[in-house]
Nanobody
Framework: QVQLVESGGGLVQAGGSLRLSCAAS????????MGWFRQAPGKEREFVGR???????DYADSVKGRFTVSRDNAKNTVYLQMNSLKPEDTAVYYC?????????????????WGQGTQVTVSS
């Protein structure tokens, strides 16, 4: 089990950028696949992107080309770089962890979750 703490959310104008960080506890961070999800008001939680323990990334079509997931295992941290933000990107963003190599998008497979950080994009 890992504990996750997100940071970096805030208010930004459309077209702007933000970088979210997710700091993880524990000594086995490098063995986890890390995912980013988001939930907008009145909507279900949705997959945004993920990076496996081997560095393979995947993105939702809605963010592909604009968002980048990366990780720094020495710092036990995963990042979500968000560029060209749109009002429809407004949501609470969560990072999540699943042990081992996982290439799916199913949130139910992730074992540990952060508390979330709010991202608001104004038009």
């Amino acid at each position: 089990q890992v504990q996750l703490v997100e940071s970096g959310g805030g208010l930004v104008q459309a077209g702007g950028s933000l970088r979210l960080s997710c700091a993880a506890s524990g000594r086995t961070f490098s063995t986890y696949t890390m995912g980013w999800f988001r939930q907008a008001p009145g909507k279900e939680r949705e997959f945004v992107g993920r990076i496996t323990n081997t560095g393979t990334t995947d993105y939702a079509d809605s963010v592909k080309g604009r968002f980048t997931v990366s990780r720094d295992n020495a710092k036990n941290t995963v990042y979500l770089q968000m560029n060209s933000l749109k009002p429809e990107d407004t949501a609470v963003y969560y990072c999540a962890a699943v042990r081992g190599w996982y290439i799916g998008r199913d949130s139910a497979r992730y074992d540990d979750w952060g508390q979330g950080t709010q991202v608001t994009v104004s038009s």
